[in-house]
């Protein structure tokens, strides 16, 4: 079997990890579209939207209730 790229082998576990990372983002993000879209049941959207600009510190551009 032919050894691995030197550069590779210690490219592999930033690559692993940036990947890894990613995916716990993605995941955070749709826990977080859960919880906002909870919130929109309960208020209208421009309530919702000042809301979570105020609690937590959102900006305009992010929630698009």
């Given at each position: 079997?032919?050894?691995?790229?030197?550069k590779a082998q210690?490219?592999s576990?930033?690559?692993?990890q940036?990947?890894?990372?990613?995916?716990?983002?993605?995941?955070?993000?749709?826990?977080?579209?859960?919880?906002?879209?909870?919130?929109?049941?309960?208020?209208l959207?421009?309530?919702a939207?000042?809301?979570?600009k105020?609690?937590?510190?959102?900006?305009?551009?992010?929630?698009?209730?």
């Open positions: 079997m032919a050894e691995i790229d030197p210690t490219l576990p930033a690559v692993q940036t990947t890894d990372l990613q995916q716990q983002t993605t995941c955070r993000l749709l826990a977080m579209a859960v919880e906002i879209e909870k919130l929109t049941e309960i208020l959207g421009a309530e939207k000042t809301s979570l105020a609690r937590c510190s959102l900006p305009d551009t992010e929630p698009s209730a």
